[in-house]
């Protein structure tokens, strides 16, 4: 199963996953059902997590169920810590996450809209370089895993900055190499295959370094970054599928 999972994931157009998934998500909770992993999304139990990753393969990676990632739980553990679930806040979500969707759209304190040019789950299809919202619009704002796929991250930055509210907060999650202090980028390498080698994915357009905090900052964050595995045991990182360490970016204007 898990061989056929990784291929899916490598040959599947993302909009054919995303419909895929619905199905999945209902058949292989009960198959892996069992007692080493945890989603805390939803807190269901399996035996182990799913295989995820285009050129590097991470194991014990995808929640069965909510179809959660490292990343959206490590989210999840956060926004569990903060008001999200109890205050009145305006929150845009962008290429929101099926693992989020519905849950937040229940949320009967949040006014909650989604967006992207090209997701099924998007309330409004929009180019996050030219938002069609007006200045000071959001208490919140979810951007994870979009900006290493956009060519002018700057003006989406600018954008993200313009519609966020004084004193909103936003997560926007980036895969990052650590090892790297700048960022690379290289807009001549286009081809799918190359992108996969450069870049990690086929849809990448950068690798962001340690300088995506700077970044941010330059465009008018505040940035903080979050380690929750501090604050964790060893044995709750594993149980709940975490990357040990994993920053995660938290930004307020």
Known sequence: MK?????????LPREWLIRLSYLAKTILPLLLKGNNFTDPIDNRKYRYFLPYGYEKIRQNALSPGTLSLERHRLMWLYLKQTNFFTAKLKVLHFAPEQCFYSLFKQLKNLDYTTTDLYSPLADIKA????????????DVIF??????HIVDDKKAMQELYRILKPNGW???QIPIDEKRE???????????????????QYDHVRVYGNDYYQKLADIGFAVEKINLSTKLT????????????????????
């Not at 180019?127 to 959001?138: A, E, G, M, Q, R």
């Not at 700048?182 to 990690?200: L, P």
């Not at 060893?234 to 204007?253: D, H, T, Y």
């Open 182 to 200: 700048e960022t690379y980028e290289d807009f001549s390498i286009i081809n799918k295959e190359d992108r996969k080698k450069y870049f990690g």
């Open 143 to 148: 951007c994870n895993h979009v900006l290493e």
């Open 127 to 138: 180019d996050i370089c030219n938002l069609p919202f007006k200045n000071n619009s959001f």
């Open 3 to 11: 061989k056929f999972i990784v291929l899916l994931l490598n040959t």
């Open 170 to 172: 936003g997560i926007f």
């Open 234 to 253: 060893p044995e709750e990182v594993q149980r709940f599928g975490l990357q040990k360490n994993e920053i995660l970016p938290l930004v307020s204007k």
